[in-house]
């Protein structure tokens, strides 16, 4: 499978954002679903994921209730609807694809396949 995100850019805070990942070479529909980011000077952390049976979605807390995880996998393209975003936003924003992630690892990077190459969202004060 093969990912590409797009999206990204320069917005206000407040401002929203929907960054997709397409997906090539393979239908998303058996694969589980995440976003992560990466600020300049930390590391990579999880932001949002869909299950691949039933479609529950976990979020980590700062995003909960602002950002929104969905799939449409006819598309074969899945979405991270961001609204009210904050300068702490801000970061590099990759998309991934795993086949066999239990829930409980659904928020670790390493528990996926397939990355995109990241789509950058830079949020201004």
């Known amino acids: 499978v093969q990912l590409q995100a797009s999206g990204g850019g320069l917005v206000q805070a407040g401002d929203s954002l929907r960054l997709s990942c397409a997906a090539s070479g393979r239908t998303i529909n058996g694969y589980a679903l995440g976003w992560f980011r990466q600020a300049p000077g930390k590391e990579r952390e999880f932001v949002a994921a869909?299950?691949?049976?039933?479609?529950?979605?976990y979020y980590t807390d700062s995003v909960k209730g602002r950002f929104t995880i969905s799939r449409d996998n006819g598309k074969r393209t899945v979405y991270l609807q961001m609204n009210r975003l904050e300068p702490e936003d801000t970061a590099v924003y990759y998309c991934a694809a795993g086949a066999r992630i239990i829930t409980s690892s659904l928020r670790v990077p390493t528990s996926y396949d397939y990355w995109g190459q990241g789509t950058l969202v830079t949020v201004s004060s």
């Open positions: 869909m299950a691949r049976s039933g479609g529950a979605t």
